[in-house]
């Protein structure tokens, strides 16, 4: 076989039931029929595969066996495959596609997909796409190119079922039926009024359970949200889990309808906020993936190494104040990263509780009082609790009864600390439009390792030099 395919580590013998992973034999006979160029071989062994585990398959694989395999399944690559790729490796794909093969592939694919497709390429890419769809497609998708990004225009599909509000079950029955071209996947019949605004939703088990006399404004459903197209795709997939939402019409600013968002969709936002939070939490870049380059990892998480050395010189100036205190007292040196441990993951407890917090919309200006003193109150409970275990081990450790104070009275303030900083800071944060799950975790860790070290040393100094 060729280079190594490195894939095949990662991959179990025999995948756990409903793990949904990929079976290493199958792997390995695919990654074979490649290296013999067995193209009928390959497409029989893709064939039972859904285009997401295609995607996750391609995205394990290195560079040149991508590249072969992706040469080699030729025309049955389909557009469903390219909307499941990451965005890096979809870029990759698309240059190694021929142009009939990527026009074929575009065509399949719905409106919102290919938007999501095109948004991110080069121009020459994007042309090449948009040159492959047909003329209303492409008016289509270049309207949703003109919406802001992250915006519901671009979240959005213009395949829409509609019917008039006059209409009855049995009118749109016939209507469905009798329609040369329908949406592959659709929740809803909106009902619109004669000027295009959207008015209500029938689901399609209400429209398939009722009888056909019965009007559709008597059937539509009771939660109702209209969207705006420029409506923050954040927000619109909130409103989705908030309100239980299947699909809901999106209107332009004259409230007519121009296109819906499907739960799909929705959710595939909700679940990149989600990955966003977490990895901006650890201070690495949001577009972070595992098929980045060396120097673009180093580059997405220098950054907030950076500000990071920055506050720990900081903490270190505050260690240096104390420098002779620590000198007479080597002890002093011995506990100091216990303080610190212990205030920093304080920190990061309540910061992480706070940012999702924030982020679900649970933490208000009307609740935040309450909330902030209920973490002051959970940060001084841990506080006495780790304070009196600290101050008995120092005690036992070192024989000094004030040594074992000093660090139990510093354990209490820095855990206290850690609450009010892993709070107040991603809510000011917040407030002032900076997104906290990028720039709280940073200044958190200083305010709990200046106050720790504060409280400890200055304690120290105060009481037994």
């Known amino acids: ?128 796409i948009l040159e492959a769809l047909e003329d209303a497609d492409r008016v289509a998708v270049e309207q949703a190119l003109t919406y802001p990004e992250y915006s519901a225009g671009r979240l959005m599909q213009r395949e829409v079922v509609t019917a ?59 939660v109702f949200q209209v969207i705006p197209v420029t409506q923050y795709e954040g927000d619109v997939a909130y409103a989705f889990n908030q309100y239980h939402l299947i699909s809901a019409p999106v209107v332009d600013e004259a409230d007519r309808l121009v296109g819906v968002i499907t739960i799909d969709d929705a959710m595939a936002v909700l679940d990149e906020e989600h990955e966003e939070d977490i990895l901006r939490l650890a201070g690495v870049s949001d577009e972070a993936s595992l098929s980045d380059t060396i120097l673009e990892a180093a580059k997405g998480r220098a950054l907030w190494l950076f500000v990071n050395l920055l506050t720990a010189i900081l903490a270190s100036l505050v260690i240096d104040i104390f420098a002779e205190t620590i000198n007479q007292m080597v002890a002093l040196a011995v506990l100091m990263p216990i303080v610190a441990s212990m205030g920093g993951n304080a920190g990061t407890q309540t910061m992480t509780v706070t940012v999702r917090a924030l982020a679900t919309r649970d933490l208000t200006a009307q609740n935040a009082m309450r909330v902030v003193g209920r973490e002051v109150s959970v940060g001084a409970l841990n506080g006495v609790l780790f304070g009196l275990i600290m101050a008995l081990v120092a005690g036992f450790w070192f024989g000094a009864p004030m040594l074992a104070a000093v660090i139990g009275v510093a354990m209490l303030l820095t855990q206290v600390s850690a609450a009010i900083g892993g709070i107040v800071i991603p809510m000011a944060l917040d407030r002032f439009g900076i997104d906290p799950a990028l720039a709280s975790g940073p200044f958190v860790t200083t305010v709990t390792d200046v106050v720790g070290f504060s409280a400890f040393l200055g304690l120290a100094a105060s009481v037994m030099m």
Not at 53 to 78: G, H, K, M, P, S
Not at 184 to 200: A, E, K, N
């Open 1 to 128: 076989m060729s280079e190594e395919h490195q894939i095949d580590e990662h991959l179990p013998e025999e995948p756990e039931e409903g793990s949904y992973a990929l079976e290493k034999r199958a792997v390995t006979a695919i990654l074979y029929a490649v290296d013999v160029g067995d193209a009928e071989q390959l497409k029989e062994l893709m064939e039972p595969l859904h285009a997401a585990d295609i995607a996750d398959l391609l995205e394990q694989l290195n560079t040149y066996d991508r590249r072969r395999l992706v040469e080699l399944y030729d025309r049955e690559f389909d557009g469903e495959i390219l909307s499941e790729l990451d965005e890096g490796i979809r870029e990759e794909i698309i240059s190694v596609l021929k142009p009939h093969v990527l026009a074929e592939a575009v065509r399949e694919m719905d409106s919102d997909d290919v938007v999501d497709l095109v948004e991110d390429l080069d121009e020459p890419q994007q042309e090449a």
């Open 164 to 222: 008039p509000e006059h209409w009855t079950v049995g009118d749109a029955i016939d209507f469905l039926r009798n329609a040369e071209e329908l949406p592959d996947q659709f929740y809803h019949v909106i009902l619109v009024d004669p000027r295009m605004h959207p008015i209500g939703n029938v689901t399609l088990g209400k429209l398939m359970s009722s009888r056909r006399t019965v009007p559709l404004k008597d059937i539509v459903e009771d």
